[in-house]
């Protein structure tokens, strides 16, 4: 009897599951491990929203793997030394594991193998489980990467992805394996209050009736902050509780465009993930510095958390950070109006708002979250790296009868139509009835200071 061990981390399902599906050989034996690693806490990853709906996608997969005769093991601890532990327990001869991206997952991978090749077993990481194309699969003449995006959503879209891969019929785990309990969603502190519920069933259902009833609304309504007409798959497809290569093939053969551009989304996914496979030190460094020297201080510092409390006196930033401390979770127009007002309207560092969106997203991830941010702040890929988002023309064109900012800035509740977006403008003993603050700085007075400081007037 061949016994293995399949290593789950970003992939927490039991549907196309590559892993999963080449350790389960006829008559072989598998034990699912999950390793709650400290490092990862001590790291400063171990974010409320996340760890609980980490313990309700845990849930889920012992569920999945329950169904069909097995179950998850979970450790705590170092991963290799974990996975040591198993593999000698049971004598297993193989482990298999999905591909990381980040310098961390490579790391942890690599010490895995050395451990394993040391005592005569073998580690089999399998591409394409976390990003639907693996990253690196796909570069340009003479780099080892796409900096750019059109060109590699073009090359993407060219490549066949691989077949998604149905659930096993049976998983057989040894005997006599200790697990720790599951974690619970009920035992985490300060999660969210609109904390969506995780898990590989549904994150599976949202797909089906966003596929089935919604994507055709996308192409239009992507960007319709009221409207809310986006997916809200990225925090199951960021613990990999739905497939990301499974997402594009039924997205493909479901068809039309609302569904090709969600497809392109999924894209930029891979994108990114590609980009900090070969460049990890992105993640914290600059990725074409502009040599910024972004303001400190008091005064900077008073700024910047009152963006973290939505009090900035901008109503569509101040309503998308306050979705964000509620729900975990902000549309992406919502991101993109916050980190650009955070990095060049108050000219802060792209980590500091970083690192606040990691506290909280519940989909946060170091590729994702990281590398986006850097594209808003000029210092990653796009290539108008100066230009400024201004929210209340942003505002006035996404949300364009306040409906997303009465929603989620009660104090302006009382305020008809897009006036919402500029309360400042209202005659004096109107202005004072709304506890709300100024805007933090003018707009053109932001703008000025952040060209000065790019030393350029550019677009
Ligand atoms: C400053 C900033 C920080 C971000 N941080 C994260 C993060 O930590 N984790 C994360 O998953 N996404 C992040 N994004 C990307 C994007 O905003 C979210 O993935 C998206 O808003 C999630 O909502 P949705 O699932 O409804 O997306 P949809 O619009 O329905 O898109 C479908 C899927 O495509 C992927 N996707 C969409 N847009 C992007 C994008 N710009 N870059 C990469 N993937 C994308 C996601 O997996 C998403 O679930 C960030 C964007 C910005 C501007």
Redesign the pocket.
């Known amino acids: 009897m061949n016994v293995s061990v399949v290593l789950f981390t970003s992939d927490l399902r039991v549907h196309d599951h590559p892993p999963l599906r080449a350790a389960l050989g006829p008559g072989n034996e598998t034990v699912p491990l999950f390793v709650r690693d400290p490092a990862v806490d001590r790291a400063g990853f171990a974010a409320p929203n996340r760890l609980a709906f980490l313990a309700d996608c845990l849930a889920g997969l012992d569920s999945g793997l329950r169904e069909r005769g097995g179950r998850l093991v979970v450790r705590s601890g170092d991963p290799v030394a974990e996975v040591c532990a198993v593999v000698r327990q049971t004598d297993a001869d193989e482990v298999h594991m999905a591909a990381g991206c980040s310098a961390f997952a490579l790391h942890r991978e690599q010490r895995l193998r050395s451990a394993l090749e040391a005592d005569g077993r073998r580690l089999y990481v399998h591409d394409g489980v976390v990003t639907a194309l693996p990253a690196g699969a796909v570069t340009p003449s003479g780099s080892d990467h796409f900096a750019v995006f059109t060109p590699y959503f073009r090359r993407w879209s060219g490549e066949r992805l691989r077949e998604p891969l149905a659930p096993p019929q049976e998983v057989r785990v040894p005997g006599g394996i200790r697990s720790e309990a599951l974690p619970a969603r009920a035992a985490v502190a300060s999660v969210s209050e609109g904390l969506a519920t995780g898990g590989e069933r549904e994150g599976r259902q949202r797909l089906a009736d966003w596929l089935g009833e919604y994507a055709d609304g996308?192409e239009e309504g992507?960007d319709d902050l009221p409207g809310d007409a986006?997916?809200?798959?990225?925090p199951y497809?960021?613990f990999g509780a739905v497939s990301?290569a499974e997402a594009v093939h039924r997205a493909r053969s479901r068809g039309g465009a609302g569904a090709e551009a969600?497809v392109r989304?999924?894209c930029?996914?891979d994108f990114?993930y590609q980009l900090l496979a070969a460049r990890p030190g992105a993640a914290a460094r600059d990725y074409r510095t502009r040599a910024d020297r972004w303001r400190r201080g008091k005064a900077a510092e008073a700024d910047l958390l009152a963006w973290k409390q939505g009090r900035t006196g901008y109503p569509v930033v101040d309503a998308a950070m306050r979705q964000l401390a509620h729900e975990g979770w902000?549309?992406?127009r919502g991101?993109?109006l916050a980190?650009s007002f955070l990095t060049k309207t108050l000219y802060i560092d792209w980590r500091a708002g970083a690192r606040h969106?990691?506290d909280l997203?519940v989909?946060?991830?170091v590729a994702?979250?990281q590398l986006?941010?850097q594209?808003?702040a000029g210092t990653g890929t796009d290539s108008r790296p100066n230009r400024v988002l201004n929210p209340v023309i942003q505002g006035k064109r996404y949300d364009p009868d306040g409906a997303y900012v009465r929603r989620w800035v009660p104090e302006l509740a009382g305020l008809p139509g897009p006036s919402v977006h500029e309360p400042w403008r209202l005659a004096g003993p109107e202005r004072a009835r709304y506890d709300y603050p100024d805007p933090l700085v003018g707009l053109p007075e932001g703008l000025a200071r952040f060209r000065r400081a790019r030393g350029k007037d550019g677009p």
């Open positions: 996308y992507h986006t997916s809200r798959l990225s497809i960021h990301a969600f989304q999924l930029w996914r990114q902000m549309p992406g991101r993109l980190a969106f990691l997203l989909d946060g991830d994702n979250n986006n941010w594209w808003v």
